[in-house]
């Protein structure tokens, strides 16, 4: 039987006996010791059950669409797993992601079955006790969206997705650009009748957070968003951050930047017509888009190598985009070849010129494009990857 188990933290703390909760800090040390009697002598073993099931936030891959993304290597930690096969768990320096969770002694022999019931304060002989370990840590977080495009009287959201032990509160700031001192932030005000903000909580499951474009559902939670009620143009564009402070420490996140420029461009094909290249592109925008710029250059020349390509894209409007109500969608295209010989635009002795393009076969180049809309440009679309004059084309995306 299971006569006592023995839970040690930071130093000076001692749990025995009947005890249900150990609770200690992040980075400290803990042992579990396990005391049994039986005959024939028993066997020892510890489990856990997990309490977190994502790995810790922190680890995380930047992403080329301004998201920021778990990886998709990243296990789910399994909800209960053997994790000493002797009376002690020892953990040199605790880690809330990984070893918090309901620890149990199990005690098994040849007269027992293993399927009898006690908890910690059981029977007069129980073959098992447990003990909950809470590892107390500040906050984390992640920002689903750094770039949230958006338009003027129209509804933006801005997230933050917190982990932390204890209760944690979040609050929102908004940067003030000072033009001859350093960064500040000033909170952003959501209570009040008259507030045009708005904030809430959503739960640890996967929400898109609305706004044009180049989003991502997280697994992860739970999310506190900032809701501007009705941009108000440049009063309301510009970088907030979130704030979370919990009795271990406070954390910032990112910058978020609510801007009214257009999306950054997604390429949707490339193929082969009339054995020229034809790329494509969708661009949201919460604007008119009033002007293109569309590149290209060899996959193996420098940054500095990229030159313009003119005429301008062909461009189809439809009136909503993909995922909020009132944002327009554009189509863009361009063909190196057929009605319009494409051409170029190169700097010489006397100024820029514009020159015919000239694809080799079987040379791999890059394209990429952006759009402008009266509040300015959106980022470059990545780099899409094609082989002049061939008849067959892929699609590849690089950073």
């Not at 920002?143 to 979040?170: I, W």
């Not at 440049?234 to 704030?243: K, L, V």
Request: proline share 8%.
């Amino acid at each position: 039987k299971v006569l006592s188990v023995q839970a040690t933290g930071q130093p000076g703390s001692l749990t025995t006996g009947g005890a249900k909760k150990l609770t200690v800090k992040q980075g400290d040390p803990v042992q579990l010791v396990c005391s049994v009697a039986g005959f024939p002598e028993p066997t020892v073993q510890w489990t856990k059950k997990a309490k977190y099931h994502q790995q810790s936030q922190q680890s995380t891959i930047p992403s080329s669409d301004n998201d920021q993304k778990i990886p998709d290597s990243a296990p789910p930690t399994p909800s209960t797993m053997v994790v000493s096969k002797t009376n002690e768990v020892r953990i040199e320096s605790v880690v809330a992601y990984r070893d918090a969770g309901f620890y149990e002694c199990l005690a098994h022999n040849s007269i027992t079955t293993g399927s009898a019931t006690a908890s910690v304060s059981g029977g007069s002989n129980p073959t098992h006790m447990g003990i909950e370990v809470e590892v107390e840590f500040s906050p984390e977080i992640v920002v689903p969206r750094l770039v949230v495009n958006t338009g003027e009287t129209y509804v933006a959201q801005m997230a933050c997705s917190v982990q932390a032990y204890p209760k944690v509160k979040v609050t929102w700031e908004k940067e003030i650009l000072n033009e001859n001192g350093p960064q500040s932030s000033i909170p952003v005000v959501t209570d009040g009748p008259n507030s045009r903000y708005e904030v809430f909580r959503q739960s640890s499951t996967s929400h898109p957070i609305q706004g044009s474009g180049n989003s991502t559902a997280m697994p992860v939670g739970p999310t506190f968003v900032l809701k501007v009620k009705q941009v108000q143009g440049p009063q309301d564009f510009g970088r907030y951050r979130c704030r979370a402070e919990n009795r271990v420490g406070v954390a910032y996140s990112d910058y978020i930047t609510l801007t009214g420029s257009p999306a950054r461009p997604q390429s949707s094909y490339v193929h082969v017509k009339d054995k020229a290249p034809e790329l494509a592109w969708i661009v949201d925008s919460w604007s008119p888009l009033v002007e293109y710029q569309l590149q290209y250059k060899r996959q193996q020349d420098l940054p500095a190598a990229w030159v313009d390509v003119k005429p301008q894209p062909k461009v189809v409007e439809s009136s909503t985009g993909g995922n909020a109500g009132d944002e327009r969608r554009y189509a863009v295209s361009y063909l190196f070849g057929g009605d319009s010989q494409p051409q170029q635009q190169i700097q010489q002795a006397g100024g820029p010129t514009t020159v015919p393009i000239v694809l080799r076969r079987g040379t791999t180049y890059v394209a990429r494009l952006r759009a402008l809309n009266v509040h300015g440009w959106s980022d470059w679309s990545t780099d899409v990857v094609f082989t002049g004059m061939y008849e067959m084309m892929m699609i590849v995306m690089i950073n």
